[in-house]
Nanobody
């Protein structure tokens, strides 16, 4: 069965770090764009980062540039996002999405995980 699973969320203090992982089952991630989105309570889902499947280029929302890093752990099945210097405003459910190209438009992605919750609080 084709599906995507996120892991690595949790509770962390401001200034701390977390590493989120996105794993694919039933298909491979090579040549596919992997995007991370997040949805904070009471807010719309927003694009956070993306790694291209064609040239490996990475893209970040302004709010996370310099703090978050997306990378392919395994070209075929796993992508991670290292999150450093976390802030309370990073608190959200984070989703991994698989598509054909990097875009901030969530409807252009084909597969979505169930999400992993990140809470940044002291």
């Amino acid at each position: 069965q084709v599906h995507v699973v996120e892991s690595g969320g949790g509770l962390v203090q401001p200034g701390g770090s977390l590493r989120l992982s996105c794993a694919a089952f039933g298909f491979t991630l090579d040549y596919k764009a992997i995007g991370w989105f997040r949805q904070a309570p009471g807010k719309e889902r927003e694009a956070v980062s993306c790694i291209s499947g064609t040239d490996g280029s990475t893209h970040y929302a302004d709010s996370v540039k310099g703090r978050f890093t997306i990378s392919r752990d395994n070209a075929e099945t796993a992508v991670s996002m290292q999150m450093n210097s976390l802030k309370p405003e990073d608190t959200a459910v984070y989703y991994c999405a698989v598509g054909s190209r990097c875009t901030y438009l969530d409807y252009e992605y084909d597969y979505w995980g169930q999400g992993t919750r990140v809470t940044v609080s002291s």
